[in-house]
């Protein structure tokens, strides 16, 4: 089973609008990642945060994480057209998964 | 540095036949894993290597293997193909732990 979950599924906004997009999980983690995936091509890493850290920036990527309500959320600033993709969170899994991904967000900005 | 390189990039197989999927990781990565994506089931962990050892593997029949060699290059094998099996393989080396670089897939159809 998933141990990630995006929320909303899709998401369809403005070029320069902000997109936002929600992760939970259900066991303790130790870090979270977000990937990003360009139509049927593989996966590019955006960041990772980890359980001790509460919000992390890379450039206009801003993730946030509560590890209280076991739950991740993904900000996009100022969007361009480039940024259309699917978003998916991933935790190391349990038992014996590698990391697990959620079933991912896609963006789509229009120009 | 290169990245991952995962080859073919499309096959087309019949039920019952075999393949062979190949991935050539970031040059220095020892570890390296395989992920299966539908559209249905989303990305699924298939199996861990780490110099030439099995670390983890995911909840999939006996009919899907891999093995890693000497250099740290992974194949994967599928046998005795079911139409379920069509799917988005992805490869994705990394150092051990840390994020996981993907290749562009190996794109399988079944028919």
């Known amino acids: 089973s998933q141990q990630g979950e995006e929320d909303p599924q899709a998401l369809s906004i403005q070029e320069g609008e902000n997109a936002t997009m929600n992760c939970s999980y259900k066991?303790?983690?130790?870090?979270l990642q977000w990937y990003r995936q360009n139509s049927g091509r593989g996966l590019v890493h955006l960041i990772l945060i980890r359980s001790n850290e509460r919000e992390k920036h890379s450039g206009r990527l801003r993730v946030t994480l509560d590890t209280s309500k076991k739950s991740s959320s993904l900000l996009i600033t100022a969007s361009r057209a480039a940024d259309t993709a699917s978003y998916f969170c991933?935790?190391?899994?349990?038992?014996?998964?590698?990391?697990?991904f959620g079933k991912g967000n896609q963006v789509v900005v229009i120009p | 540095k290169a990245g991952v390189t995962q080859t073919p990039r499309y096959l087309i197989k019949t039920r019952g036949q075999q393949v062979t999927l190949s991935c050539s990781p970031i040059?220095?990565?020892?570890?390296v894993s395989w992920y299966q994506q539908t559209p249905g089931q989303g990305l699924q962990f298939l199996f861990e290597?780490?110099?030439?050892?099995?670390?983890n593997k995911g909840n999939f029949p006996g009919r899907f293997s891999g093995r890693q060699f000497s250099n740290s290059r992974s194949e994967m094998n599928v046998s005795t193909l079911e139409l379920g099996d069509s799917a988005l393989y992805l490869c994705a080396s990394s150092q051990p732990d840390e994020k996981l670089f993907f290749g562009s897939g190996t794109q399988l159809s079944v028919l």
């Open positions: 066991t303790s983690i130790n870090n």
């Open positions: 290597y780490f110099s030439e050892t099995q670390r």
């Open positions: 991933a935790t190391p899994g349990y038992g014996n998964n590698r990391l697990a």
């Open positions: 040059s220095g990565h020892r570890s």
